[in-house]
């Protein structure tokens, strides 16, 4: 499965080259904009408006600060909410096992490094289990055969 | 004990709102521990939750978040929070495997195992320190100094970072100097400050034009979501309705279909590992419950080595690390936060002096600056005894929901999480956080003191590589070390 976000939309931005890496994940400038302003206007609100209600409200004054924070640390869950409402996530999400070429170098990163790969019967029961069950044990028998090849086995060779 | 039972259904109830807050929490990517434990133990304190109630909140906060992390970083290769930093590229090689659903069930079950082995540990490790605490507090100082230097010459800036914590150091002296002058005094703010420096860095870097040119990306990211695949009888692979995963112990037994509905039994821990890998996790745990000083990212990469050197067989191996790393995630946060607590009363360590830190300062109503001879924190207030159960009770609170949500949901809030939250309503919610706290604490001044700190600390971690852990023991270093250092030389 492929999903890109807003189908059209995504390619115009794509073309535009619209989409920035920002703490580690892609946002859309204008749209992170709006969040941040989102984020700010909805702390606040929570802060001072939450303030005003509870002094409203009669508590005591000693808890109306306390109060406060509290329904600030609201108004900033509301800002994520509002904004996730107006922003999809600019991210192309993909649940594809497609690993046709991938899996035989995954395995065989596996055995990098001073160990190797060592052989099936230097596992566990257990993690032999999990690999037939996943289908892997052949690939791994594969990968056992390439490394012996080259010479970089590991374990006990 | 009368106390303990008095306490003990306060301290229930905190540590299940811990529990579930913080086992949803450490689903989204991305969320700092500092940024989401310290604020909201703050608000616990503040509300005049008992210091029981406290303390077990916090501790099922931890210990559930680092369960909940793994599910991000196994299934999405994004990392939960800091230390799951560590595990990404252990989780990768699961991935390319197609398997990360399995490297998810082993990482939490390490959690699991870990977290009840950390507890009697640092508990034993700070009764057998605790007679030298006062010995200890008389060098505070001087041990937050040493302490420092030595986090940070741990951390990947190795001499750099020593280097950088010195203008670090002047910094903040130099901001508290500025807001002492308004008779503002500010201790949440500067945590804050460093916790989402980096995000505050990208956000001022961002917009300066030629920066927003490097910043700039021709496409959304890909994410790679593996499938929730499960074994099958047949030894083939088959995808499972969305939602519903039981551990590989508990799913040894699956139909030819491979179609086998979630499990409605407690999932076992114990059958979802195997000896060598609890035993690597036992080992670890022990082990990194000493190490209470050093910074929790770097113990849970050195333990993954030592793991990873002794394992023949490359699956064997790779799981083994990740179950291990895991684990070490919970025994550092555990041990960091009950040796200072209860041997010494201070904050020394990263967790301590970082997410730990409203359990010592939440002023008005905790206080810690040995230097003015003030500690009035929740080690004045619980007992070793009190200590050990109200933490065995957060373990219990957090395994109770966090492990069960985690083996059985954690594809589908995977899949929520990256299909419907985007990433500008994660940067809003925080800098949210960053106004709200700041404001609350300081007004205008805590704004800018956050703002200031932010860019800095967010600029030595990304150009100094420098973590957080160092940061916060700077901060620590200008409150404590250096008016007591002056102190001492008549300065």
Redesign the interface.
């Known amino acids: 499965m492929s999903?890109?976000?807003e189908g059209d939309a995504?390619k115009t931005a794509?073309q535009q080259?619209e989409?920035?890496?920002?703490?580690?994940?892609?946002?859309?400038?204008k749209?992170?904009l709006?969040?941040?302003v989102?984020?700010?206007a909805?702390?606040?609100l929570?802060?001072y408006g939450g303030r005003w209600v509870v002094d409203l409200l009669g508590v005591e004054e000693h808890?109306v600060?306390?109060?406060?924070?509290?329904t600030?640390?609201l108004?900033?869950?509301l800002?994520?909410?509002?904004?996730?409402k107006f922003?999809?996530?600019?991210?192309?999400?993909?649940?594809d096992?497609d690993?046709s070429g991938?899996?035989a170098?995954?395995?065989d990163?596996?055995?990098e490094?001073?160990?190797?790969?060592?052989?099936?019967e230097?596992?566990?029961?257990?993690?032999r289990?999990?690999?037939?069950?996943?289908?892997?044990?052949d690939a791994?028998r594969d990968a056992e055969s390439r490394a012996a090849q080259h010479g970089r086995a590991?374990?006990?060779h | 004990m009368e106390l303990l039972l008095q306490d003990l259904p306060i301290a229930v109830l905190m540590g299940l709102i811990g529990a579930i807050v913080f086992t949803l929490i450490g689903v989204v990517s991305g969320t700092d521990e500092t940024a989401t434990i310290a604020p909201l133990t703050l608000v616990v304190i503040l509300i005049g939750v008992p210091p029981a109630g406290v303390f077990t909140f916090f501790m099922a906060a931890a210990i559930s978040k680092h369960m909940t992390h793994a599910v991000p970083t196994m299934l999405l290769g994004i990392p939960g929070d800091t230390l799951a930093v560590p595990i990404l590229e252990d989780a990768a090689k699961m991935r390319a495997l197609g398997l990360p659903h399995l490297a998810l069930r082993k990482a939490i079950s390490g959690a699991v195992i870990s977290a009840f082995i950390a507890i009697p540990c640092a508990v034993l490790f700070a009764w057998i320190l605790s007679p030298f605490g006062d010995l200890i507090t008389s060098f505070a100082p001087w041990i937050f100094l040493i302490a420092a230097a030595g986090i940070a010459y741990s951390s990947p800036a190795k001499l750099g970072g020593v280097v950088a914590l010195v203008p670090f150091v002047a910094f903040i002296l130099g901001l508290q100097a500025w807001t002492g002058s308004f008779e503002v005094s500010l201790s949440i703010s500067y945590f804050l400050g460093v916790a989402i420096g980096p995000m505050i860095y990208d956000l001022v870097t961002v917009l300066v034009p030629q920066n927003r040119k490097e910043m700039r990306r021709k496409g959304p990211s890909h994410v790679f979501l593996a499938p929730d695949v499960r074994p099958a009888a047949g030894g083939s692979r088959s995808a499972a309705a969305a939602g519903g995963s039981a551990g590989i112990g508990s799913a040894g037994g699956a139909s030819a279909g491979g179609a086998k509905q979630a499990g409605r039994t407690f999932p076992n821990p114990f059958k979802v590992l195997d000896k060598t890998q609890v035993t690597a996790t036992a080992a670890t745990s022990v082990v990194s419950s000493a190490t209470f000083v050093f910074s929790p990212v770097a113990v849970t990469v050195l333990m993954g080595e030592i793991v990873g050197a002794r394992i023949k067989q490359g699956y064997q191996r790779v799981t083994s690390v990740i179950t291990a790393k895991n684990g070490t995630t919970e025994s550092t946060y555990i041990a960091e936060t009950l040796i200072p607590l209860i041997a010494f009363g201070l904050p020394l360590s990263p967790v301590a002096a970082g997410p730990a830190a409203p359990l010592f300062n939440a002023p008005p109503v905790f206080e810690t600056n040995p230097d003015a001879g003030i500690v009035n924190n929740i080690s004045n207030h619980l007992t070793t005894f009190d200590f050990f159960i109200f933490a065995l009770l957060g373990a219990v609170c957090a395994t109770a929901i966090a492990y069960p949500f985690a083996m059985r949901y954690a594809h589908a809030a995977a899949k929520f999480v990256v299909t419907k939250v985007s990433h500008e309503a994660i940067i809003a919610a925080f800098v949210g956080l960053v106004v709200v706290v700041s404001l609350w604490e300081g007004g205008l001044l805590g704004l800018m003191v956050v703002t200031a700190v932010g860019l800095v600390g967010g600029m030595l971690i990304r150009t100094v590589k420098v973590h957080a852990g160092v940061l916060f023991m700077g901060y620590y270093v200008a409150v404590l070390s250096v008016p007591g250092i002056l102190a001492a030389f008549g300065g």
Not at chain 1, 87 to 95: G, L, V, Y
Not at chain 1, 113 to 120: H, Q, S
Not at chain 1, 129 to 137: D, Q, S
């Open positions: 999903r890109a976000p995504a794509e080259g989409y920035l890496h920002v703490w580690g994940d892609t946002v859309r400038g749209r992170l709006v969040g941040v989102v984020g700010v909805c702390g606040l929570g802060l808890l600060d306390v109060w406060s924070l509290i600030g640390i108004g900033c869950l800002a994520g909410v509002i904004t996730a922003t999809s996530p600019a991210r192309i999400i993909s649940e096992a690993e991938e899996l170098q995954a395995i990163d596996l055995g490094g001073p160990r190797g790969l060592g052989t099936l230097d596992a566990t029961n257990l993690s289990r999990e690999l037939e069950a996943a289908g892997l044990t791994f590991g374990g006990d």
